[in-house]
C-alpha cells in the first residue's frame, strides 16, 4: 500500500535564500488549483452564467488563500531569523506587484483612448 505524506508549508523547509528575496515556501500544485477555480467562479459570475450565483464566493476563497501564504511566509522568516520585518515584507510585495500593476493601467489606458475615448 502505498501512502504519500503531505507536508504543510510552515512545517517544509525553507530554502535558503539571499537576504533580498526574504523567505521561500515550497511550490504548490494545489493551492495554485484552487486559486484559478476561484478566479474562474468569478469570471463566470461577471459573465452572467445564471447557474453561477455564487461567485462571490471566489473573492472570499480567494483572499483566504492568498492570507495563508502571506502567513506562511511571515511564519518562515519568523522562524528563520526570530523576527519579522515588516517593512521589508512589504517593499519585497511592491517590488513583485507593482511593476504589472503599472503595466496594467497603461495598456487599459491605451485601450481606453483606442476604443472608449468618451470614457476617458
Known sequence: MLSATVASP????????????GPRLPYLPGVDGLRAVA??????????????????????????????LITSLLLAEKTRTSKIALGTFYLRRARRLLPALFLTLVGVLVLAQLFARDQV
Open 39 to 68: 478566479v474562474g467562479s468569478v469570471l463566470l459570475y461577471h459573465a452572467e452564467f445564471s447557474w453561477m450565483a455564487g461567485g462571490y464566493l471566489g473573492v472570499e476563497v480567494f483572499f483566504v488563500i492568498s492570507g495563508y
Open 10 to 21: 510552515i512545517d517544509a523547509p525553507v530554502v535558503a535564500p539571499s537576504d533580498r528575496d
